[in-house]
């Protein structure tokens, strides 16, 4: 089981409002990532970080924002949420160095209404 | 944003069957390779992975071959139970670059 953890794990908002989704981890990976995840449908990278004070984005077009001032901690904040932004959000880490093992969160399920 | 009207490919076998889960990946030059399992409302979990050296890798319970001659990978899952049920993606990368998933398939194991 990895330590890995999102809160909150659903979130029902209105449209405008500004929200945070939180993920840590306890593993001490350097690498960490935020993939969105329609129903059915496979991940897609909008977020990641090689370690403190390192953001990317990722392939799909984001309105979210991240930051990664401890190593522990990953936030995704949305602005100003939006129907669009209805989806789940997965938070994973991996130690760094290359390819390796990602390990996720349970994820957050997000809907804006 | 949501999709509607979009189905994963579903597989269904009996308990105690052996299920072949498939995936096609799209870079030829992809050097590892990871199979996950998604239960509903979880996250992705890692069941086993392969590099680009090797065709075939075995777990516990399950095995991975990889044919890179046309970009196949499948996971076979032996005397499958129903805590198997779930949906399981593959996931590709290259290089130590970002990892690409596909889109899954749906196993559904019949008591």
């Known amino acids: 089981e990895a330590d890995i953890y999102q809160t909150p794990r659903y979130l029902v908002i209105g449209t405008g409002k500004k929200i945070t989704l939180e993920c840590s981890q306890t593993?001490?990976?350097?690498?960490m990532y935020w993939y969105q995840q329609d129903p059915g449908m496979e991940l897609h990278l909008i977020h990641y970080s090689y370690g403190v004070n390192s953001t990317e984005k990722g392939d799909l077009s984001s309105e979210s924002t991240v930051s990664r001032i401890r190593t522990e901690h990953f936030p995704l904040t949305l602005e100003s949420a939006r129907p669009s932004h209805t989806s789940q959000y997965l938070c994973a880490s991996s130690e760094g160095g290359g390819a390796d093992t990602q390990y996720f969160g349970p994820g957050t399920r997000l809907t804006v209404l | 944003g949501e999709s509607v009207g979009l189905h994963l490919p579903t597989l269904s076998v009996q308990e105690g069957d052996n299920s072949i889960i498939n995936c096609a990946y799209s870079?030829?030059?992809?050097?590892?390779f990871i199979w996950y399992k998604q239960e509903s409302g979880k996250g992705p979990q890692f069941i086993i992975d392969i590099r680009s050296n090797m065709d075939k890798r075995q777990g516990q319970r399950v095995t991975v071959l990889l044919n890179k001659t046309v970009k196949h990978l499948s996971l076979q899952i032996a005397a499958t139970q129903p805590g198997d049920s779930a949906v399981y993606f593959c996931?590709?990368?290259?290089?130590?670059?970002?990892?690409?998933f596909g889109t899954g398939t749906s196993l559904t194991v019949i008591p």
């Open positions: 996931a590709e990368n290259f290089a130590g670059n970002q990892f690409y």
């Open positions: 593993m001490g990976h350097d690498k």
């Open positions: 870079n030829s030059a992809s050097d590892y």
